[in-house]
């Protein structure tokens, strides 16, 4: 079975400056890998997916992840962050048997953004 | 477009009482998945439906269960609430060729 995990409970971070999210899963297979964001109140918006090919992959307001599979991680970061991007990440795994419906998530991490 | 709503927003139940929430998903979208999102925690897969049947389901008791209609929306039931059934639930579309899910904002169930 699957399972991520994100070390990082909470992340503070300057505006402006570099973001990087942990994010750590067990498959014994190639994965489906997924970033959402949830802003309080909300639903999940996908930020970015990895399903093959280049483990470098972009998403949408700025962000990227990097699939390395011999660490088993799919961090997130961003070069730049705003403070608009102060919400909660979860990243999840998808198994390619049983498709990208039923995904596990990780716990989460909430980010703050100081002025 | 209209993305993946849900009904209603908001409802607090009373524990052994019964609870119907209701989802329509994206247009285009033809597969509904329901997840669990207690507080503090991640969203856990409940089950997911499509042409009108449950096609895979997670760790969850029988007194969670579902229906999708001929026009993809989806219903998902909960019996016998127990205080640990408080938490957003979220309902999740996606199609073949627009595969990532899409999250609907969710109902905030409270069971007092």
């Known amino acids: 079975a699957q399972s991520v995990t994100q070390p990082d409970i909470h992340i503070t971070v300057s505006e402006g400056a570099s973001l990087e999210l942990r994010c750590n899963y067990s498959?014994?297979?190639?994965?489906?890998l997924f970033w959402y964001v949830q802003s309080p109140g909300q639903g999940l918006q996908l930020l970015l997916k990895y399903f093959s090919g280049d483990t470098l992959v972009q998403g949408i307001k700025g962000f990227e992840a990097e699939f390395k599979r011999s660490q088993s991680s799919f961090n997130l970061r961003k070069p730049s962050v705003h403070w608009s991007d102060a919400a909660e990440y979860f990243c999840?795994?998808?198994?390619?048997?049983?498709?990208?419906?039923?995904?596990?998530f990780g716990t989460g991490t909430r980010l703050l953004v100081s002025p | 477009d209209a993305g993946v709503t849900q009904s209603p927003t908001h409802l607090i139940k009373t524990r052994g009482q019964q609870v119907t929430l209701r989802c329509s998903p994206k247009?285009?979208?033809?597969?509904v998945s329901w997840y669990q999102q207690a507080l503090g925690q991640g969203p856990q897969f409940i089950f997911q439906?499509?042409?009108?049947?449950?096609?895979q389901r997670g760790n969850f008791p029988d007194r969670f269960s579902g229906h999708q209609f001929p026009n993809y929306s989806s219903e998902l039931n909960v019996n016998a609430l127990l205080l640990g059934d408080s938490a957003l639930y979220l309902c999740a579309s996606s199609s073949r060729t627009d595969s990532p899910l899409h999250f609907g904002n969710g109902t905030r169930l409270t069971v007092t």
């Open positions: 247009s285009g979208h033809d597969t």
């Open positions: 999840a795994v998808g198994a390619r048997q049983t498709g990208f419906q039923k995904l596990v």
């Open positions: 439906y499509y042409e009108e049947e449950e096609r």
């Open positions: 498959y014994g297979a190639t994965p489906y």
